[in-house]
Structures are given as structure tokens and as C-alpha cells.
């Protein structure tokens, strides 16, 4: 079966016309996803490109999106040589000899050259062109992988089988030498070059050939059919899990949306254990690690996909503690913190029962292991090791899931281990598993320190290690020294491991997803009177406290936060805003706190924390003395307040609508006749107060609801969404934004109402995708409510020029982890508000 069928043959003419820095990383990515798919074999006709080029366009040095008519133009790549002085070329006689360090020289020329300081040169210079026609061939052992690159296919075609498949020993991955280079660029720099370079595609098109007979997979149900682009990934991915190869997995890195979840479908049910690995020791197994709300959505695929594929959810306090239990199944879908904890209960078995590896491991010098050399991961150990002898008299802890050599462990939303140091990266870890695979959209965020940890689970040598990674990738980018070269590094090692499409990208002219519709439309709501002089008492006073923070030099980002806060809860409805800071801080921080993508609502929980400390009131956060405070209720309210506070309880009791609810009524009316009826709405809101106070209204006029949110439990959430996908008479669910916007299916709905802003456009747009994604049959219609002349206007426009940044900066991904300055927070302020100059 192997590597026998016909294959697909790639061929990439691809032409990059972006600009400087970002057309060198461009660039790469091109080379990447050609280098991703060495086993599809070459070019099959004379007329396909023998030349690889990176060919860079003149003129202005702006980094601007590249006009994408420019990559319609189809050329030949190639690469430029501004490093030929670096970059060793590619031997012209037949055989190298690699040094037995494992670390070759870097032995493709197709690893594009990133020159920074000569970057403006490249606008003059004219573009080389690397001959690749002479053969590799690696003799000498051990002897890392050579990095597949379109020479690989040009080899192939020549010779069907790899010429160094046989002298493999381990899944390591030369890279460049590590001589000095003392070109420096600045760690911002480097940074930003390590973040384009992951963030990756920048709407590159593709052109391959696909055989659409691969669109079937055998195992999966028949009207099943892959798209293009996962063809080319069940491909990719089946050439990961080569042992032949020292091939064990990687990084599927797609755009949300793209089917990750299929593709790695076809692996487990195309790459079983056979009966001599069962021998060997292994079970038959795949285990899932995901975050817990999406065990069900996994279990649920699976079923739907792959029929006859069992399936066991193992989470929960009446999970098995028996690992042949778990062996019985075909998949195993667990949550990352049934991982963490079953590897604390299983380290503390560990010491009595002596299991060889973790036990030496723990007695050794952590040091002197390969995968756990860093510092930080020393201290971890250790510290864990004193907390077990602590509580070490227990016994029969669950710990199963280390029990069990799998077959393959699949980590889903796997920037949920990016920092190493966490249990729950290193628990992660530790699992055994033949193959192992990280699926994630977003490979890096912050840092390129997260990397590292993706590597160390998946064990890819020689940057699992971490203090080659450090010397290598990490330090070089904080540094700034030699950044351009561990940067190049850094690529070799991705190209090889890494699969990565964007959802703007094109595959023979098509766009990957041929989605329906999106269009969204900000949808003005009307103040009656009496809110809009709510909301007017209310700014001037948050106005005058700012006023007074400034005046006071107390540049107290924290509540300025809270301040904005209270006017955004005015927008949705009075009774919002005299609530307890408390209960804003949990619907912000809902128990089902979903992996990564938290840092915009941690700022806030962490304010909420502060503020705990001292008396502050409530709505203004002015700090209460006994001059200040009401007399009422002195704990939680100054003076000036009261009247708010009193109107938002009225508010209360007789739960009047408000402009926003109004509104919501009218859409949902809207669709219900457009749509006679069989159309659904979701409704997201950052507030699940607000959502509370939405629920009657639909009461009322007949319409069927359920809801989303976290501090509902799994179950009950899960019931939720069975509902509103296959029952016709529920036709709203209300979602808490914090606990809903990421991850989920929610394809039986084509509308979407956000009833508040968040300040981040990208994560608007992944609340979105919950509607707008795969499976979408219909046109999908996104009304975001807002209310004229308030803070709602200013945080569109912040919203803007975040996207605007974004834009510039080429990256979906980046924008993600954008903080809102200060500078941004108090233009969010009536501008007048701010502008005044205080009398000094
Ligand atoms: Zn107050």
C-alpha cells in the first residue's frame, strides 16, 4: 500500500511579488508547502518549472498587503542568492559526507535566504537561479533527514524510491551550521519576522494536481467526500507517520475551518497498528487531547465520519482508572486537564511501583535528559516531586491514560501546551505514543519560546532539546544576533514537520472553502429616553473620574478598564452596570475557560482581583471613605452613584426592554418571516447577565431558545447544543461570548447577532466562524448591535485600525494578542473628555 498508488503530482508556479521582508517570508511559506509534500514525486512533465525561484519585486519599500492580482501571474520561483556567501550550495558531485554530530550543514540551497541588512538590495538585484538538477545523496551515518524540497521530487522522478531511506535513525532534522553569524536585527524585529513567517500563506495560490479519487476514503461513510486541499493533507500527514522514515507525526496546522479534524480522520482509520506493533506493545489506539468543550464535538465527528470507529470519552470523575479498558477502543478523546491530572496521580504511583522511565527520570539528573534539559523544567520537576511526597499516602488515583502505549496521540487546539512550563504541556508530554500530532491554527502567538514546546511533545529532534532550541531559535530572536540565521533554522525544521494552509488561499484558482455568503452589517439601536440620560449621567461621571485618575497622575490602566466596562454594560441594559464586580469577574472568566485565547479577559480579571483589596464603589471604582460613601450601603457605593444604582434596580423589577433588546426582537422577527421560519439565530454576548435578561422576551413572544454557557455544566451544554442543531422548533441560542466563540460547530445556524463589541476584530471573527464555516448551506447574515454616539462608535473605530494594523502587518493570527494601550483605552472616552487641558 505504501507509497505504491499513484500520487498526486505537485507542481508550484507560483509567483510572489511582496515586498522586502515580507516577500522574503512569503517566499518561504511557498517553498514550505512545496517541501511539505516530498512523497508525491516530481514534476511529471517537461514543461513543469526545473527552477525554483523567489523572485522580489521593485519599488517602494512599504510593508502593504500585496495586491493579490500580483501572484495571478504565474512564473517560475526562484530563489535569490543575496546569502550565496552563506548558505552552503549544493554539492555538484553525488555524495556528502555529514559529520557525525547529527547537526549537518545545511545541505538544501532551497532554504530561502532571509537578508536583512542587504534587504533593500533586493529591490536591484536581479535574481539568481540555483541549479538543482545534481543529485543528493547522504552515506555517511548517523545521519540526519535531508530536508525535502523540490529537488527531493526532481529525485524521485528519477528514482522512485528515496535514496536515503534506508540509513534513517531518528526524525532529526539537519540544520544549518551554527557558526557565527554577527548579523544583528533587533529582538522586535526578529519577532515580527518569526511571527510572519508562522502566521504564514498571505493568500499564496497553489497549483497541483489532485487526484479526486483520494476525495474517498475507505472506513469513512460514502457520501464522504475530502476537498482538495484535504487531499493533499491526508497525503501529507500519511507521509509523516513513516517509521521507515523516522517519521512520526507533526503539525497540522490549517486556518480554523479547513477540516483538521477530518484529516486526521483518514489517519486513524487508514493508519492502524498492525499486528506485529500490537506485539510490540502498542494499542491499537488514537488518543485526542482537546479542551473539554470540544470532547463531545470530536467523539460526535468521529461517529458521523468514520462508522464503525469506537469511540470513548474518557473525562469526568467516573472515568475508568483501567487502561485495557481504554485499549478495547479504536479512539480515545480526553481533556487536557484529565492528562494533567492522571500524570500527577501516575508520578506518584510512580515512585513505589517503580515504572522504569519516569521513575529514573525523577532520580537522574533531570539535566541529563534529553527532552527535559531546560531550567525551568528542572525546577518544575522538583517542585512537583516535593508537592507528591506531601500527599503521597493516597493510592488508587486515576491514572490510565499513562497506562497505555497509543498508537498515536493527537493533541487538538495544541497551543494549549505552549508554555512549556506548565503540567499541562509536560504531562502532555510524557504520554507514549508512536505517532504524535498537533493540531492547531495557531502554531505561535506570542513567542517563539511556544514552538518549543510543540517540538518536545512531538519529539523532533534536535530541537525538543532545549538548550540546542535556546542556542539555536531562542536566544538568536530575543537577541537579535544571528536572528536571520535561526530564523532559517527555524524554517528547515518547519518545512519538514508543518502543514499549514490559510483559508484566503487559492488551490488551482479555487478558493480552499467555497463558503456561502458572509456579510455583516453594524446595526444601530435606538436609546429611549430614559436610557439614553442613564447613559449620559453616567459618562459625564466616568469622564470626571478619569479626569480626576489623570490629574492625579494615577495612570491606573486597570480602572480605566472598568470604567469602560460600566459604559458598555450601559449600552446593553442599566441593570448591568450596578452589578457586583464580582459577577463580572466570573462571566468574563467562566469555569469553562477555553485553552488560549484568553488575554484580553485575563487584563480584566486581574483587575478584578485588584480591586477586591480596597472599598471601591462599584460603578465608578472612586475609592470609598466615610465622606464619599452612601450612607445605604457604604461597602459598595459613593454618593454620587446612588441615583444610578437606584435607577438600574428599578430597571430590575420591572425588566423593561431595552434598545438593544428591542432590537433583537425585530432581527429575530425579521428572519423568522424572511426565512419562514426554518433559518436560526445565535445570540453572543459577553454579559451572561444580559443574557438573563433576554431569555423573558423570547418567553414572551413564543420563541424557542436554549443556552451556551459557562457556567452551565458539560452536559447541560452539550444538551444545548444538540438542540439547536437537530431540533426545527428551537431556533435561538444564546451564547456567553467567553465561553462559546471558539471551536464550535454551530452550522444549523446562519445568523448571528453579537449583541455587545469586543475590542478585538479577530475574535469577532471567530465567533463568526462558529456559523461561517464548513457544512454552511446557506448565506450567513452577522448583525453587530451597537448604539450611535457612545463608546460603541469609538471601539468600531478602535476595532478598525486594529484590523488596519493587522492588514499591514499581513497577519490574521498576529492581531489576536493585540492589548489595548492605554493611549487606545482613553480614546475610547468622549474625545472632548480627555483633551481638555488641566489647569497645571
Ligand atoms: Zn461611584
Redesign the pocket.
Known amino acids: 500500500m505504501e507509497g505504491t498508488k499513484t500520487r498526486p503530482i505537485l507542481s508550484f508556479f507560483l509567483s510572489l511579488n511582496y515586498d522586502l521582508l515580507e516577500d522574503a517570508y512569503g517566499t518561504h511559506r511557498m517553498m514550505q508547502d512545496t517541501s511539505l509534500y516530498p512523497g508525491f514525486g516530481g514534476p511529471k512533465s517537461k514543461d513543469s518549472p526545473s527552477v525554483i525561484s523567489v523572485s522580489s519585486s521593485s519599488g517602494s519599500s512599504s510593508a502593504v498587503l500585496p495586491n493579490r492580482s500580483a501572484h495571478r501571474t504565474k512564473s517560475p520561483i526562484v530563489i535569490s542568492s543575496d546569502e550565496e556567501d552563506e548558505l552552503p550550495k549544493r554539492p555538484s558531485s553525488g555524495a556528502s559526507t555529514l559529520p557525525s554530530s547529527g547537526i549537518s550543514p545545511l545541505e538544501t540551497p532551497l532554504i530561502p535566504s532571509l537578508p536583512p541588512l542587504k534587504i533593500r538590495d533586493l529591490t536591484q538585484k536581479k535574481v539568481d537561479t540555483i541549479d538543482l538538477s545534481s543529485p543528493v545523496r547522504f552515506v555517511s551515518k548517523p545521519t540526519p533527514i535531508p530536508i525535502p524540497s523540490n529537488k527531493d521530487f526532481l529525485l524521485q522522478h528519477s528514482s522512485p524510491a528515496y535514496t536515503y531511506g534506508r540509513v534513517q535513525h531518528t526524525d532529526t532534522i539537519p540544520i544549518a551550521d551554527t557558526s557565527e553569524d554577527n548579523v544583528y536585527i533587533s529582538p522586535a524585529e526578529a519577532e515580527k519576522a518569526i511571527r510572519e513567517l508562522m502566521s504564514g500563506g498571505m493568500g499564496q495560490e497553489l497549483e497541483t494536481e489532485i487526484n479526486m479519487d483520494d476525495a474517498i476514503v475507505k472506513g469513512f461513510r460514502q457520501d464522504i467526500k475530502l476537498l482538495p486541499h484535504q487531499v493533499i493533507g491526508r497525503a501529507w500527514m500519511k507521509e509523516r507517520e513513516d517509521p521507515s522514515k523516522k517519521r512520526f507525526g507533526g503539525i497540522l496546522a490549517d486556518d480554523m475551518g479547513l477540516g483538521k479534524t477530518i484529516q486526521t480522520l483518514t489517519r486513524i482509520v487508514e493508519g492502524r497498528a498492525r499486528k506485529s506493533d500490537r506485539d510490540d506493545g502498542w494499542a491499537a489506539t488514537t488518543l485526542v487531547v482537546c479542551p473539554l468543550a470540544l470532547v463531545e464535538q470530536w467523539a460526535d465527528e468521529i461517529t458521523k465520519m468514520a462508522e464503525d470507529t469506537t469511540v470513548l470519552k474518557h473525562h469526568g470523575s467516573s472515568r475508568t482508572s483501567d487502561p485495557t479498558a481504554l485499549r478495547k477502543f479504536r479512539v480515545v478523546v480526553t481533556t487536557y486537564d484529565v492528562v494533567k491530572s492522571e500524570y500527577e496521580a501516575y508520578m506518584s504511583g510512580a515512585k513505589d511501583e517503580s515504572h522504569t522511565k519516569l521513575s529514573s527520570k525523577k532520580n537522574s539528573e533531570a539535566g541529563s535528559d534529553d527532552d527535559t534539559s531546560s531550567g525551568a523544567l528542572d525546577k518544575f520537576g522538583r517542585s512537583l516531586n516535593v508537592k507528591e511526597k506531601k500527599t503521597r499516602p493516597k493510592s488508587n488515583k486515576k491514572s490510565a491514560l499513562f497506562g497505555v502505549k497509543w498508537w498515536r496521540v493527537v493533541l487538538d487546539e495544541a497551543h494549549s501546551i505552549k508554555n512549556v512550563k506548565t503540567k499541562g504541556a509536560i504531562s502532555c508530554c510524557e504520554l507514549e505514543g508512536k505517532y504524535r500530532w498537533c493540531l492547531t491554527g495557531t502554531p505561535m502567538q506570542n513567542s517563539v519560546d511556544e514552538l518549543y514546546s510543540l517540538f518536545k511533545f512531538l519529539r523532533i529532534k534536535p530541537y525538543s532539546n532545549w538548550t540546542t532550541f535556546n542556542e539555536h531559535v531562542a536566544k538568536p530572536v530575543k537577541t537579535g544576533r544571528g536572528a536571520i540565521r535561526a530564523m532559517k533554522r527555524l524554517q528547515v525544521v518547519l518545512n519538514q514537520i508543518m502543514l499549514r494552509r490559510q483559508k484566503d488561499q487559492t488551490l488551482n484558482g479555487k478558493a480552499l472553502l467555497d463558503l456561502p455568503k458572509r456579510t455583516v452589517s453594524v446595526v444601530s439601536c435606538e436609546f429611549d429616553s430614559s436610557e439614553k440620560a442613564f447613559y449620559a449621567g453616567l459618562e459625564n461621571?466616568m469622564e470626571s473620574v478619569i479626569k480626576k485618575l489623570m490629574r492625579n497622575g494615577q495612570n491606573n490602566y486597570i480602572s480605566v478598564l472598568l470604567l469602560l466596562l460600566r459604559l458598555r454594560q450601559a449600552c446593553n441594559h442599566p441593570v448591568l452596570v450596578a452589578q457586583d464586580y464580582k459577577s463580572d469577574m466570573e462571566e468574563l472568566d467562566p469555569k469553562a475557560k477555553r485553552s488560549a485565547d484568553d488575554d484580553d479577559t485575563d487584563i480584566l480579571v486581574g483587575a478584578f482581583s485588584q480591586l477586591g483589596v480596597t472599598r471601591k464603589?462599584r460603578?465608578?471604582?472612586?475609592e470609598l471613605n466615610s465622606r464619599n460613601a452612601a450612607p445605604d450601603e457604604p461597602e459598595h457605593?459613593?454618593l454620587?452613584?446612588v441615583p444610578f444604582a437606584q435607577q438600574a434596580k428599578q430597571a430590575e423589577k420591572t425588566r423593561p426592554t431595552s434598545a438593544k433588546i428591542r432590537m433583537i426582537l425585530k432581527l429575530l422577527a425579521d428572519v423568522k418571516e424572511r426565512s419562514r421560519g426554518e433559518e436560526k439565530t445565535i445570540i453572543f454576548s459577553q454579559f451572561t447577565k444580559m443574557l438573563d435578561l433576554i431569555e423573558p422576551f423570547l418567553k414572551d413572544k413564543g420563541i424557542k431558545y436554549v443556552r451556551y454557557d459557562g457556567s452551565m455544566d458539560l452536559k447541560t451544554r452539550n444538551e444545548s447544543l444538540q438542540a439547536i442543531k437537530t431540533v426545527k422548533s428551537v431556533c435561538v441560542i444564546l451564547i456567553s461570548f467567553k465561553a462559546g466563540s471558539t471551536g464550535l460547530n454551530l452550522t444549523a445556524c446562519n445568523n448571528v447577532i453579537l449583541v455587545d463589541l469586543w475590542w478585538n476584530p479577530a475574535l469577532e471573527d471567530q465567533a463568526f466562524d462558529r456559523a461561517h464555516r464548513l457544512g454552511q448551506k446557506r448565506d450567513v447574515h452577522i448583525f453587530k448591535l451597537k448604539i450611535d454616539e457612545t463608546v460603541e462608535d469609538r471601539i468600531l473605530t478602535l476595532q478598525e485600525k486594529k484590523r488596519e494594523l493587522a492588514r499591514a502587518a499581513l497577519s490574521g493570527d498576529k492581531i489576536k494578542n493585540m492589548r489595548l494601550g492605554m493611549d487606545d483605552l482613553l480614546a475610547l472616552f468622549r474625545p472632548g473628555g480627555r483633551d481638555e487641558d488641566e489647569e497645571d
Do not use: A, G, M, P
Open positions: 461621571k464603589c460603578v465608578c471604582t472612586t457605593l459613593c454620587d452613584c
